[in-house]
RNA sequence: GCCCCCAUAGUCUAGCGGCCCAGGACGUCACCCUUUCAAGGUGAAGAUCGCGGGUUCGAAUCCCGCUGGGGGUACCA
């Protein structure tokens, strides 16, 4: 061995089966990018194993190492997304396991143990350099065309001034000794081979002052420790991935397969934020996201079956997906595509009962129906289904059935613009006398007889010399108070006898009144 | 600046040397259906396969260069 030291990350999976992670820190809601990444972990170890016979374990681990970016209370909301998203785990922080804990902050004792073993062999040195020698050393190299980064300076420092510097308690870090020749060559599983120059690789801070891990070092620890066989992470790590592969080296460990999975560009370019809408779980929920849809529109997003399947349930995933094809390239979150996605599982793949349970919620916020209203037993529930019956092809989101179901919730209507009442191409006084024509001719109709409405009701407008078009808007528009509805005799059952009755009279009586002061006609 | 990844229509993708003067989907447009809006059906426009060199009888597919986009460059993950 000369300096032409060679290292590789392992290829093949152990036969003892597949172990694979995901890792989110508790910085906040839960990313799309991140949920995509944690589906991939989630379909090889439930799916793709288990098809090929192995053991397939999914685990939790929080990475809690950054006490600054702790936000309170994301650990449970990254579970409770996990959740409603459709992923279960065999092994995590709420669920325990044989390698417990789960929770990185828990296990500090463990990273500084090894942190101290790779100083022992000569692979880490404590740096008591501070944080303004730091920044001045980067600011040189870069002015000077060297790569910014730290120089080194405690990696020669003389035993006994490492041990001085001790006694008088000074604040270190642990760094990585990077070897400083050779190369090291890492193997993606979706990329293949990466080959790095060592002299690139910079000596990584491991431990920090405050005594917590770096996530090189805890990451590659615990997925050690806890006999991870595949890492599957977004490709930022891709850069400090060759460090990695050093440091299980280091170790003396096997290194697990790496896939590092294609980034999720915004729609312009550049990372995914706020602005570009919706990127946190509990954001596309509360949008009236399926999470079916969403899971479906995300695997898309990086990875295909044939090129031509589009719709795919969690067990046609289970059965399909391989991580040979997850692509390399990066892909754009398209909104318009997800929405898509969402209203064809609405409009086609959810029977009745399950939208009209899942509509609750929004109806409840908005306070059209009680929040128990999902139960089949509620009150309630007969009318929402019926609405869920009616609306189901005009829902994109579950957001929308407030606005789209509440003429069918409510008992009244707000004021009518009479306006609206006068369709186009007709007199405001023939559509006031269609009407006052209907009124009387509801008391002669069964609502519950579809088609005997419709021929009464076409009848009436051949009697008033409109067309069915004018005559149906009038009526449309007086019973639901808008222009646009589901099919009007369906909807008009729906609605029932008496609210027909009473609207079309408040409808007609709000035309009466602006007839009097006139409007100008609709055109 | 330096290191690295990626590159088929506006977007997601199929394609892994001849079956491709490139297939599917979203979006867009038109028509059909129709009492409105959807849903559905049919069809259209949209890609010199980023550019330039090779290799080969033959390249979207292999190699090199360039360009473009992106990522990393923290005691954050």
Redesign the pocket.
């Known amino acids: 061995m000369t300096d032409q030291q060679t290292a590789t990350s392992a290829t093949t999976e152990p036969s003892g089966g597949v172990r694979v992670r995901f890792?989110?820190?508790p910085?906040g809601a839960l990313h799309v990018g991140g949920v995509r990444t944690a589906l991939f972990d989630w379909l090889f170890a439930r799916g793709e194993a288990k098809r090929q016979g192995l053991d397939g374990a999914f685990v939790l681990r929080i990475?809690?190492?950054?006490r600054?970016?702790y936000v309170p209370g994301a650990v449970e909301s990254l579970v409770a997304s996990l959740r409603w998203f459709g992923l279960d785990w065999d092994e995590g922080p709420d669920v325990g396991g044989p390698f417990a804990p789960y929770t990185?902050s828990e296990r500090t004792d463990r990273y500084r143990a090894h942190a101290e073993s790779l100083i022992a062999g000569g692979h880490a040195y404590r740096?008591?350099?501070?944080?303004d020698r730091?920044e001045r050393v980067?600011a040189e190299?870069?002015a000077a065309?060297?790569?910014?980064?730290?120089d080194r300076h405690c990696r020669a420092l003389p035993a006994e001034d490492v041990a001085a510097n001790l006694a008088a308690g000074m604040?270190?870090?642990v760094r990585f000794a990077t070897p400083r020749q050779g190369e090291t060559i890492v193997h993606?599983l979706?990329?293949?081979?990466?080959?790095?120059?060592n002299a690139?690789l910079?000596d990584?801070?491991l431990l920090?002052?405050?005594g917590?891990?770096?996530?090189?070092l805890?990451?590659v620890v615990d997925d050690h420790l806890m006999a991870i066989t595949h890492i599957f992470r977004?490709?930022?790590?891709?850069?400090?991935a060759p460090v990695h592969v050093l440091l299980y080296q280091a170790f003396g460990w096997s290194m697990p397969a790496l896939l590092?999975v294609?980034?999720i560009?915004a729609?312009?370019?550049?990372?995914l934020s706020k602005r570009h809408g919706a990127t946190g779980l509990e954001e596309f929920q509360a949008q009236g996201y399926l999470p079916e849809a969403l899971m479906n529109y995300l695997v898309?997003?990086?990875?295909?079956y044939?090129?031509?399947?589009?719709i795919f349930s969690r067990a046609d995933l289970l059965e399909k997906f391989s991580i040979?094809?997850i692509?390399?390239?990066?892909?754009?979150?398209?909104h318009?595509?997800l929405?898509?996605?969402n209203?064809?599982y609405i409009?086609?793949i959810l029977s009745v009962d399950d939208l009209a349970a899942r509509v609750v919620p929004f109806l409840a916020d908005t306070g059209l129906v009680d929040a128990a209203a999902a139960a089949p037993s509620h009150p309630q529930h007969a009318q929402v289904r019926e609405a869920a019956a009616l609306l189901k092809?005009?829902?994109?989101t579950l957001a929308q059935a407030p606005d789209l179901m509440g003429f069918l919730l409510a008992d009244a209507l707000a004021p009518y613009d009479p306006l609206t009442l006068v369709p186009k191409k007709t007199e405001p006084a023939a559509a006031l006398r269609a009407l006052e024509a209907t009124l009387a001719a509801l008391d002669e109709v069964d609502l519950a007889d579809e088609a005997a409405t419709?021929a009464r009701l076409r009848g009436l407008a051949e009697e008033l010399g409109l067309k069915?078009?004018q005559l149906?808007?009038a009526i449309?528009v007086a019973v639901t108070g808008r222009?646009?509805?589901?099919?009007?005799?369906?909807?008009m059952h729906v609605v029932g006898a008496d609210r027909c009755r009473a609207r079309v009279a408040a409808a007609a009586d709000a035309l009466r009144r602006s007839v009097a002061t006139p409007v100008p006609a609709g055109d």
């Open positions: 890792a989110p820190s910085t990475e809690d190492t950054d600054n970016r990185q740096c008591f350099c501070p944080p730091l980067r190299r870069q065309g060297l790569p910014p980064g730290y604040p270190h870090v993606d979706i990329r293949g081979e990466i080959t790095y120059q690139t910079e990584l801070v920090k002052s405050d917590y891990p770096t996530y090189h805890a990451n977004g490709p930022e790590w891709i850069p400090t590092h294609p980034l560009l729609p312009g370019g550049g990372k898309l997003l990086g990875w295909s044939d090129g031509t399947t589009e040979r094809r692509s390399a390239s990066p892909g754009t979150f398209d318009d595509k929405r898509w996605f209203q064809h409009n086609h092809d005009r829902l994109e419709e069915t078009g149906f808007m449309r222009t646009q509805s589901p099919p009007l005799f369906a909807t």
